[in-house]
């Protein structure tokens, strides 16, 4: 009997391990014919024509066609990724990326698109070995591609990437050289905030040199921090010491033992926070939003606030009560309003901060002795990327915006999408009867709205 059920059990476990490897091939198919239907798409949108000498257009009714990869891809309109990232629910530049890739395994890297499309290699793993040769030259990337083809099918990821790594050199080393010294001139440093937590990322690149000083430095900070009764660990008085360095005064007389100055300077920062009344009032649990950042619990904005000597409260502007202007350029306080009202790229899926954007006339401004009043108001106006204002003129792509900071998208291939504070919502194609004394427009946000509620 014990027999019998352990069998059982037995045979279980194989049918659901098999079960899973099944899973994941239908889940590698999956991704795989989206590449394919991606590289169609890109076929679909490549020069309608040729110009009149039998040269490739490179703008075809205000719309631009560029090299959709690397060198030795084909050129496509520069819009396609609006509606890449719209159907995959992915921002423009994110869809640009997909496309670039694509291109890429196709054009410059075939042996690798065959052993993807036989399941031996993951898209994601194709995508990290045509990123590493998107530099070289169309010759020299099909040189790697030959070179690598016997280990497709058998080597793991990891052992390729070393193998793409050391041809890549081999195939230019003028150029290897050349990127050498591109990578040692990009000193950068990057923060990254997480204020729900208290702290930030700090990623520098610097020279070796001043990396190893700089980690000398904060090993005496910490030592001396030990020295002065500091119980933290290395690592928690390393971050110490390396935040003490914004405060150089402060570094120094810690390094020298002597008193700590009385008054510190820091620079200038504008820090922008939102918060309510009412989190002010019962601070314990509110959550503010700090722009840049992120949300932050009230409690911490001391924290966050305490090294400005100067903090600035600024009332909420009413959106609602403002008044329109009868001229094409938007005013700064109407743009602050717009601002706070849509802080993200209003295209469908966009992601980029709404400061960094174009304020979009949805209905597009006339400057016409005719033109009717109020066209730059509130109502009328949405924060756009570039690509995606250019879409809207030049694409085919159409937008209304029945309620203020709430827009209604529908792609060149029929897709509707409601954008708004809330980020974005794909529509059914299908949706309930609206009432039938609104007009096209409120029967189509109506429509939506019930389909989202």
Sequence with gaps: ??????????????????????????????????????????????????????????????????????????????????????????????????????????????????????????????????????????DAALWVDRRLEARYPTAPIGRLVRLTKGLVVQADPALARERAQQERDARSVDVTPLPEFGVGMVNARLDLADALRLRATCDRLADELALAGDESTLPQRLAQALGMLADPATALAVLNGTDLPTHT?????????????????????????VEGMGPVLVQQLGDLLRHHAKVRLQPVIDVAGMAPVEAYEVPDRMREAIVHRNPVDAFPYGRRSARSCDLDHTVPYQHSSGAPPGQTRPGNLAPLARRAHRGKTNAGWLVHQPVPGILLWTSPVGTEFLTGPFGTVRLPRSLPPAEPSSSPVEKRLRQALASVA
């Excluded at 997909?98 to 075939?110: E, F, N, S, T, V």
């Excluded at 200038?268 to 939003?289: I, K, M, N, Q, Y």
């Design 265 to 289: 300077s820091s620079p200038a920062a504008t820090v922008v926070v939102h918060v309510s009344a009412e989190s002010l009032g019962e601070p314990t649990d509110a959550v503010a939003r």
């Design 1 to 138: 009997m014990i027999d019998v059920a352990y069998e059982r059990q037995v045979d279980e476990r194989h049918r659901l391990a098999a079960a899973l490897h099944q899973a994941g091939q239908l889940e590698r198919r999956a991704q795989v014919d989206q590449v394919s239907l991606l590289l169609d798409l890109c076929d679909a949108h490549t020069l309608p024509t040729a110009g009149p000498d039998g040269d490739d257009l490179l703008e075809y009714a205000g719309e631009r066609y560029l090299t959709g990869g690397s060198s030795g891809t084909p050129s496509i309109s520069e819009y396609l990724c609006l509606i890449v990232g719209s159907e995959l629910g992915i921002a423009p530049e994110q869809g640009a990326l997909r496309i670039h890739r694509a291109l890429d395994l196709r054009h410059r890297m075939p042996r690798l698109w065959a052993a993807v499309q036989r399941l031996e290699v993951r898209v994601w793993e194709a995508d990290r070995l045509t990123s590493l040769t998107s530099h070289l030259s169309l």
